[in-house]
T-cell receptor, first 114, second 110 residues
């Protein structure tokens, strides 16, 4: 069964460092998303991406964050100058055109900022 | 700010009982509604979608939608210990963005 894959599963970084989280969405999906979940809190929308551009972003997704689809398969989230409060599980998701609410999530990348 | 409210629980039911999970939303433009299940330490997975007022049944799960009351619910019949998880409600409005509630933690006791 097709699945969304994310790497790394866990990354530990020092405050101020840059981090890139990688995702391979399901191949025929056209919408891509990043969500984050701080431990014990809700799953929060960060950004959606369609047709090679950001279609919507939340207030969390400030200039510290960027997304990119560098090739036909990968979808990346870059966090510049990480802060302690960026520590969270980051989920990538994808969906088909026509069913954007039916998200398929990856297993997540846990980011720990020290 | 679009709000999604769920009874945070925890909700505890005995095995075999009906679990009732509720969700209200503030965005009257929401047209599609989704229930996701999230096991502890795992990612959310879609279990039900509902687009029209009324009930939609899928196995032991029934989703109920009342757009006039801005209310959506999920009933789980014959609850099993494997149903123990956090259930996320996600209404979707005029964009592809899905905003989740805080979730209701369900525990099914054997």
């Amino acid at each position: 069964e097709p699945e969304v894959t994310q790497t790394p599963s866990h990354q530990v970084t020092q405050m101020g460092q840059e981090v890139i989280l990688r995702c391979v969405p399901i191949s025929n999906h056209l919408y891509f998303y990043w969500y984050r979940q701080i431990l014990g809190q809700k799953v929060e929308f960060l950004v959606s991406f369609y047709n090679n551009e950001i279609s919507e972003k939340s207030e969390i997704f400030d200039d510290q964050f960027s997304v990119e689809r560098p090739d036909g398969s990968n979808f990346t989230l870059k966090i510049r100058s990480t802060k302690l409060e960026d520590s969270a599980m980051y989920f990538c998701a994808s969906s088909l055109q026509g069913n954007p609410g039916e998200l398929f999530f990856g297993e997540g990348s846990r980011l720990t900022v020290l | 700010q679009k709000e999604v409210e769920q009874n945070s629980g925890p909700l505890s039911v005995p095995e075999g009982a009906i679990a009732s999970l509720n969700c209200t939303y503030s965005d009257r433009g929401s047209q599609s509604f989704f229930w996701y299940r999230q096991y502890s330490g795992k990612s959310p997975e879609l279990i039900m979608s509902i687009y029209s007022n009324g009930d939609k049944e899928d196995g032991r799960f029934t989703a109920q939608l009342n757009k006039a009351s801005q209310y959506v619910s999920l009933l789980i019949r014959d609850s099993q210990p494997s149903d123990s998880a956090t259930y996320l409600c996600g209404p979707q409005g005029g964009s592809e963005k899905l905003v989740f509630g805080k979730g209701t933690k369900l525990t099914v006791n054997p």
